[in-house]
DNA sequence: CGGATTTGACCGGCGC
DNA sequence: GCGCCGGTCAAATCCG
């Protein structure tokens, strides 16, 4: 401050500048000041030239601020060079999709096990889980090539449309129905379904599947925790308090909230504070907008939404063991339809260069409990010391490369990373006093060992196209899992550019129940890779259905299951993860959300 | 003044 | 049937 008031007052604004570019972030805000300025600036400022007249800085001025000009020149050259490799890439990816594409048409034996009438509605039935794009718009495969190639002319030409049309969330053709789609869909002689979604189910739908869905639809839900001195989360949505209660087995009140972004939305929310450890708030959604939502409201929905339907997916699994009960039984034992599977998911965000960004590993052992009709999903966003401290886990086989360092938890699961855990969390594990849940879910595993994220896919009617089981897919159909298992990812990386973000090396590991089958993504540093994402790497640890069911991935434009469940994950949530990391590592969960949602915005990708 | 929040009443599910 | 409890409603209140 004392030096400041000696600084002349013009170029006070110049010195500011040149204090951010002493820090890490310069590039990420645009703003990158050479050290050629600053001996100018030292020059300017020296003291020992006391007798500067004004015109002198004047002139000094002026040259900084061609300086200034230059750099942001030769900065807008590297951006547009950026931008031009990242659409190089876009272009390929897409040319692998449409080879994908054609390889899928070849009849899979999966497709053998669909349920006749489940194949004859899938047109209507499938669900689509949609970042970035509403499915509806992509109904036959050009239209969705078209679309895009759409996204892509509009990035190149800065074109802001394709940013206000986000939309985020499980989408059903049953449930959503976006106001400028309308037409479209008349003119498709396709019936405008709206919220609720339950009239044009009746017609193609049992009562019971109806029911059950119907049911799943209102009571699966993803509870966040997260680190948050403030009263609720910020996640982009606009949620109304419509009610206040004190719960029995927490002293802190526990806040209800709804959605309010659409009058017709059902989504609500509900907001406590962890009763051992005041500073973690318990978010817990439930319910699937159906409505376009904010752009910084999508990668928390899009977890959420994507949670939600692996909960499903779950159930639904369930089910279809029952069908087949051939099928080897992912359920252990026990009266609640508890599902558990052993696959691992391990995200690695940070990668090898960077220890101090957060981990996440997610292991497909997560028990998803059906038992009292309120499924939950607890994705932990607090560091978990007991859990990051167990270097057995880490160093198993499951993940060979993986370093023994801290991490930060995330896990997609129905009971909490530990039993220190307060039951309240969950609402399926509070009610297993009894001793019917927690013995379900453990399903033999070390606690710390057992909630990761297992597979996410848009599911509810999704699962007419993937009615394998879990058991299934962590099999002999490989593929397939994988493909889910991409779902997975993309909802991991919605979560994470949510609330880690940045520049970050990805490792998926994915570890089949029988056997296995490893993933390894890299998320490259360079922007103009992002693409790399959700290419198979050579390296792939030799799984050659890891490496195929990369293409398979539905969120790479949603080329395996028809315009019906395409899941379109827009590439600047995946060119998120380049930005730089010192910046998030001082941020809140939420500021590093809205930064990168910002991010995102300027993109103009 | 309109929208958001607060808060006590009410309702339904569940266990005893 | 009764009480407990989670969840919701809606009138009152607050606030910008």
């Known amino acids: 401050m004392e030096e400041k008031k000696m600084k002349p007052a013009g170029v006070e604004d110049d010195d500011d500048?040149?204090?951010?570019?002493?820090?890490?972030?310069?590039?990420?805000?645009?703003?990158?000041?050479?050290?050629?300025?600053?001996?100018?600036?030292?020059?300017?400022?020296?003291?020992?030239?006391?007798?500067?007249?004004?015109?002198?800085?004047?002139?000094?001025?002026?040259?900084?601020m061609g300086l200034v000009r230059e750099e942001n020149q030769r900065l807008k050259s590297i951006l547009s060079q950026i931008v031009k490799d990242y659409q190089s890439l876009q272009h390929q990816f897409f040319e692998v999709v449409q080879e994908e594409e054609k390889a899928e048409m070849e009849p899979s034996p999966n497709k053998l096990l669909l349920p006749h009438n489940q194949e004859n509605n899938e047109e209507a039935e499938l669900l689509s889980l949609t970042l970035g794009l509403s499915s509806s718009q992509l109904r036959t495969e050009g239209e969705r090539r078209?679309?895009?190639?759409?996204?892509?002319?509009?990035?190149?030409?800065?074109?802001?449309?394709?940013?206000?049309?986000?939309?985020?969330?499980?989408?059903?053709?049953?449930?959503?129905?976006?106001?400028?789609?309308?037409?479209?869909?008349?003119?498709?002689?396709?019936?405008?379904?709206?919220?609720?979604?339950?009239?044009?189910?009746?017609?193609?739908?049992?009562?019971?599947?109806?029911?059950?869905?119907?049911?799943?639809?209102?009571?699966?839900?993803?509870?966040?925790?997260?680190?948050?001195?403030?009263?609720?989360?910020?996640?982009?949505?606009?949620w109304r308090k419509y009610g206040q209660k004190i719960a029995k087995a927490n002293p802190c009140p526990r806040s209800y909230y709804r959605c309010t972004v659409s009058p017709s939305c059902p989504v609500k929310k509900q907001v406590q504070r962890c009763?051992?450890?005041?500073?973690?708030?318990?978010?817990?959604?439930?319910?699937?907008?159906?409505?376009?939502?904010?752009?910084?409201?999508?990668?928390m929905a899009f977890a959420t939404s994507a949670a939600t339907?692996?909960?499903?997916?779950?159930?639904?699994?369930?089910?279809?063991?029952?069908?087949?009960?051939?099928?080897?039984?992912?359920?252990s034992s026990g009266p609640a339809s508890a599902t558990s599977t052993s696959g691992l998911y391990g995200l690695d965000f940070a990668g090898d260069r960077n220890p101090k960004l957060p981990r996440l590993y997610f292991s497909n052992s997560t028990s998803i409990s059906t038992c009292n009709s309120h499924?939950?999903?607890?994705?932990?966003?607090?560091?978990?010391?007991?859990?990051s401290n167990h270097d057995g886990y880490r160093s198993s086989s499951w993940f060979p490369s993986l370093p023994k360092l801290p991490s930060t938890f995330l896990s997609f699961?129905?009971?909490?990373?530990?039993?220190?855990?307060?039951?309240?969390?969950?609402?399926?594990?509070?009610?297993s006093s009894?001793?019917?849940?927690p013995r379900v879910l453990n399903h033999g595993v070390p606690p710390q060992h057992q909630l990761y994220l297992p597979q996410l896919w848009p599911v509810t009617n999704t699962q007419a196209s993937h009615p394998q089981s879990l058991a299934d897919k962590f099999g002999a159909e490989a593929t397939k899992a994988t493909s889910s298992n991409l779902s997975s990812q993309s909802a991991l990386v919605a979560a994470m550019t949510s609330f880690v973000g940045d520049r970050a090396t990805g490792f998926l590991g994915d570890k089949g129940k029988e056997g296995g089958f490893g993933l390894n993504l890299k998320f490259g540093d360079d922007p103009a890779t992002p693409i790399e994402?959700?290419?198979?790497?050579?390296?792939?640890?030799?799984?050659?259905?890891?490496?195929?069911?990369?293409?398979?991935?539905?969120?790479?434009?949603?080329?395996?299951h028809g315009p019906k469940s395409s899941i379109w994950f827009p590439h600047s949530s995946v060119a998120l993860s380049t930005s730089k990391e010192s910046a998030c590592a001082s941020m809140s969960p939420a500021e590093t959300k809205d930064h990168l949602i910002k991010f995102l915005a300027n993109s103009e990708i």
Not at 434 to 437: A, E, K, N, P, V
Request: glycine share 6%; with cysteine.
């Open 434 to 437: 009894s001793g019917i849940g």
């Open 17 to 64: 500048v040149e204090s951010s570019s002493t820090g890490t972030n310069e590039e990420e805000h645009g703003v990158c000041i050479k050290p050629g300025q600053i001996s100018l600036k030292s020059l300017l400022y020296s003291e020992k030239l006391p007798a500067i007249k004004k015109a002198d800085r004047l002139e000094s001025a002026r040259a900084q």
């Open 375 to 387: 499924p939950t999903i607890t994705l932990d966003l607090t560091s978990s010391p007991e859990f």
């Open 309 to 331: 339907s692996m909960i499903q997916s779950h159930s639904s699994t369930s089910q279809q063991q029952q069908q087949h009960p051939s099928l080897p039984s992912p359920t």
């Open 275 to 299: 009763v051992e450890d005041m500073s973690v708030l318990i978010t817990t959604y439930e319910g699937n907008h159906n409505h376009p939502l904010p752009v910084s409201a999508t990668a």
């Open 413 to 431: 699961s129905s009971s909490p990373p530990s039993s220190s855990l307060p039951s309240h969390l969950d609402t399926t594990t509070h009610k």
């Open 146 to 238: 078209n679309t895009l190639m759409m996204q892509s002319e509009s990035a190149k030409n800065g074109n802001s449309d394709m940013k206000q049309e986000l939309s985020l969330g499980l989408y059903d053709g049953k449930i959503m129905s976006r106001d400028h789609e309308s037409s479209k869909d008349t003119k498709e002689g396709e019936i405008l379904q709206k919220w609720p979604p339950s009239k044009v189910l009746k017609t193609v739908r049992s009562d019971d599947e109806q029911a059950l869905e119907q049911t799943h639809l209102k009571k699966a839900r993803v509870c966040v925790r997260v680190r948050c001195d403030a009263s609720t989360m910020e996640d982009g949505c606009h």
């Open 533 to 560: 994402l959700l290419r198979p790497s050579p390296q792939a640890d030799g799984i050659s259905c890891a490496s195929s069911s990369y293409m398979d991935n539905p969120m790479a434009l949603g080329s395996q």
